[in-house]
């Protein structure tokens, strides 16, 4: 993976050497737009509002409409004014507890890896976010803009995550959401059982992308001139009639136990013919 930031992290006196590489992976697919009578490739044309014509490049500005209809135009040298030059260094000014920060804030994560000669400040570093649980907070400037920058730690790698500014995050208070007035506190109880029920250790290689398994299937298919054998899909549970909570909750409890009684008896004839795994391995294999 290319680097995409040379610099250092800073924290008081201590300087880590780091560079920025991508965390994400981006596995979506890309379609061109075709003619359907001879599948040549469509071309998409700017095309000027007023008299439909065909506009050059060298004529396209950009302008932010302040009112409808009514636009401020921006030159690539007010752009450039507008910049900031590239700053090699995130100052982490401060450590807040993980806890405190919102998730909605965490935009899109990096790992920063360690430069040549930093490997020891790298590690100390790790681990002190690691054993206090915080987030260190701080800014970097990429591709002219300021970000805000928090560093994380998963496994053995400082993670670098572009965080959104306050103005990008909506409050609750924008929508009506239902009071807990609605809630009888035996219902609760009854949902916090299901959910006790339902909990496992988070395993996100679980999780099949069908949708975008389906569409390869009907992409090899289509080039070797056969039909695709498609996943189905799961019959839709959705139900328009006011439901009896209580009731539903009463009948998931009762399905999960049935279910968890079941399976001593369907596994003891193998327990005896395999070795029992850990439950790391069966985590990794599942």
Not at 57 to 77: I, M
Not at 136 to 150: D, P, Y
Not at 261 to 277: E, F, I
Request: hydrophobic share 40%; net charge positive.
């Amino acid at each position: 993976m290319a680097t995409i930031w040379n610099g250092s992290l800073t924290f008081g006196l201590v300087s880590v050497p780091v560079s920025v590489k991508r965390a994400l992976a981006d596995s979506s697919l890309r379609f061109r737009l075709l003619h359907d009578r001879d599948h040549a490739p469509i071309e998409l044309e700017r095309v000027c509002s007023a008299d439909g014509e065909t506009v050059p490049w060298r004529h396209v500005v950009k302008g932010y409409e302040y009112r409808k209809g009514e636009f401020v135009v921006l030159t690539d040298a007010d752009f450039r004014e507008a910049a900031l030059a590239a700053v090699p260094t995130i100052e982490l000014g401060e450590f807040v507890p993980a806890s405190e920060i919102d998730p909605r804030y965490f935009d899109t994560p990096y790992y920063l890896m360690p430069r040549a000669g930093g490997e020891s400040a790298y590690v100390l570093l790790r681990e002190a976010i690691r054993k206090t649980k915080t987030v260190g907070i701080g800014t970097i400037i990429l591709r002219q803009r300021e970000h805000v920058a928090g560093v994380t730690v998963a496994d053995d790698a400082l993670v670098l995550e572009i965080m959104r500014f306050e103005r990008d995050v909506l409050e609750p208070s924008e929508y009506a959401f239902p009071a807990t007035g609605r809630m009888r506190s035996s219902e609760l109880d009854m949902a916090e059982e299901l959910i006790r029920s339902l909990m496992a250790p988070f395993n996100p290689g679980r999780i099949a992308d069908r949708y975008r398994a389906n569409v390869m299937k009907l992409i090899k298919a289509r080039m070797k001139g056969t039909e695709p054998r498609l996943t189905a899909p799961r019959p839709g549970r959705q139900d328009a009639r006011v439901i009896d909570l209580m009731e539903r909750l009463q009948q998931s409890l009762a399905k999960r136990g049935a279910a968890a009684q079941s399976m001593p008896a369907r596994s003891q004839g193998s327990a005896r013919s395999r070795p029992r795994r850990s439950s790391r391995q069966t985590r990794r294999s599942a």
